[in-house]
């Protein structure tokens, strides 16, 4: 069966630092991978997705990017984190554009 | 364009008493459909969905919805409420590769 990974869970991260977060998905091949943030009151944001390695699509500009380096994997990064960048990183799934599966999200605090 | 809306951003109920969340959509295209709950600091976890096969969709922990094309609506209900459902709720319609999110509906539960 397929499963999605997502870490850290937690993150309190300085403004102007970097930001990592990894996802990875296992039990597929060639997923489409999607990240998305939810901000505080506000819905689900989706900032980039993915249809294959190196393959990403912005939907949202901002300082945050992403990169996809193996076909499982999706990385979100920040070269200088912003306290609007605080929220819920959440990383999904999904084959052939259909169902999309979510991880167990990142909460990422920016002091 | 494809558009989704939920009505009521908070809902309260009594446990046992029944759950209704509303959600329209707006599609030009045939859509797909999708109910989904995210429990406190969780990832978004599939409830149903809808794919153009029956429009009386039976989803997990006695979740149903029903398509009704003529009114643009996918509304979720659940006959009995428990504690336990007590979460956010968002509705999604497939637009290609992408969802489209409903703003969620926060499900509180009273004993």
């Known amino acids: 069966s397929q499963t999605i990974h997502q870490w850290p869970a937690t993150l309190v991260q300085p403004v102007g630092s970097p930001l990592s977060l990894e996802c990875t998905v296992e039990?597929?091949?060639?997923?489409?991978l999607y990240w998305y943030r939810q901000a505080a009151g506000r819905g689900l944001q989706l900032l980039f997705y993915?249809?294959?390695?190196?393959?990403i699509s912005s939907e949202v500009p901002q300082n945050l990017s992403a990169s996809r380096p193996q076909d499982r994997q999706f990385i979100l990064s920040s070269k200088k984190l912003l306290l609007s960048d605080s929220g819920f990183y959440l990383c999904?799934?999904?084959?052939?554009?259909?169902?999309?599966?979510f991880g167990p999200g990142t909460r990422l605090t920016v002091l | 364009a494809q558009s989704v809306t939920q009505l009521g951003s908070h809902v309260s109920v009594s446990e046992g008493a029944l759950v209704l969340l509303r959600c329209n959509y707006s599609?030009?295209?045939?859509?797909?459909l999708f109910w989904y709950v995210q429990y406190p600091n969780q990832g978004l976890q599939l409830l149903l969905k809808?794919?153009?096969?029956?429009?009386l969709v039976k989803g997990i922990n006695d979740f149903e919805a029903e398509f009704k094309k003529s009114e643009t609506s996918f509304h979720l209900t659940k006959p009995s409420a428990h504690m336990s459902d007590a979460a956010e709720y968002f509705c999604?319609?497939?637009?290609?590769?992408?969802?489209?999110f409903g703003g969620g509906t926060r499900l509180m539960v009273k004993p």
């Open positions: 999904a799934w999904s084959v052939a554009g259909s169902t999309q599966y």
């Open positions: 039990g597929t091949s060639n997923p489409n």
């Open positions: 993915s249809v294959g390695i190196g393959q």
């Open positions: 599609s030009s295209v045939p859509p797909y």
């Open positions: 809808y794919t153009s096969a029956a429009t």
């Open positions: 999604a319609l497939n637009a290609g590769n992408m969802l489209t």
